[in-house]
Every structure is written in structure tokens, then in C-alpha cells.
């Protein structure tokens, strides 16, 4: 299966702007589905963002923010995160879903915003 390397993560001021970044590797399978997740203290994951056959959905808290976009040669995904709130401090996991609805999960990269 493949495996998924974030980079990205860190510390902001609120009303910053951070770009993760996720790339695939290690596999032949065919990438169909890519996106994020998040997951606060205390909370639940929950969906952020997710890229599948071109359409792209996002969650209504990060919608006007947050940009996906994914380069399919390269099996890479970048979650553009403008207007950072206090709330969106989260660790951040990538999420890919393959041919044969394999699913795999990045480590997850920190992000912090402050006030």
C-alpha cells in the first residue's frame, strides 16, 4: 500500500496563512481519492477537505479559506489554509483512498494558531 508523508505543520498567528503538503509513495496502486482530515484535543476527526474524480468538497467551517489541490502526476495534495482561526488548530492527516478502496492515513502534522 502506499505510504503518505505530510510536511507543513506549525505555529501561526491568527489570521495567518500555512501550506501543508502530502506525498504518496511506495505503491502501484492507483490513487483515487485524496484529502485531509483533522482531529482537535478533545474531538473528534473530522473532514476538512477531499479531492475525488475531480470534485472537491470541503468542510462548510473552512469553506472561503482553505484551498485543496492535487498534482495526480505526482500523487501530491496541498491544503492552502488562509484566515486561520484559533479553532482550526488541529492535527492534520492526509487521507488517500486507492483503486481496490484502500485507505491510508498519513502520520499527521500539528498545526497551531494562536490568538
Known amino acids: 500500500q502506499p505510504r503518505l508523508v505530510e510536511s507543513g505543520g506549525g505555529l501561526v498567528q491568527a489570521g495567518g496563512s500555512l501550506r501543508l503538503s502530502c506525498a504518496a509513495s511506495?505503491?502501484?496502486?492507483?490513487?483515487?481519492?485524496m484529502g485531509w482530515y483533522r482531529q482537535a484535543p478533545g474531538k473528534q476527526r473530522e473532514l476538512v477537505a477531499i479531492?475525488?474524480?475531480?470534485?472537491?468538497n470541503y468542510a462548510d467551517s473552512v469553506k472561503g479559506r482553505f484551498t485543496i489541490s492535487r498534482e495526480n502526476a505526482e500523487d501530491t495534495v496541498y491544503l492552502q489554509m488562509n484566515s486561520l482561526k484559533p479553532e482550526d488548530t488541529a492535527v492534520y492527516y492526509c487521507?488517500?483512498?486507492?483503486?481496490?478502496?484502500?485507505?491510508?492515513w498519513g502520520q499527521g502534522t500539528l498545526v497551531t494558531v494562536s490568538s
Open positions: 487521507y488517500a483512498e486507492t483503486e481496490y478502496l484502500l485507505e491510508v
Open positions: 511506495g505503491s502501484s496502486f492507483r490513487i483515487n481519492v
Open positions: 479531492i475525488s474524480s475531480g470534485t472537491i
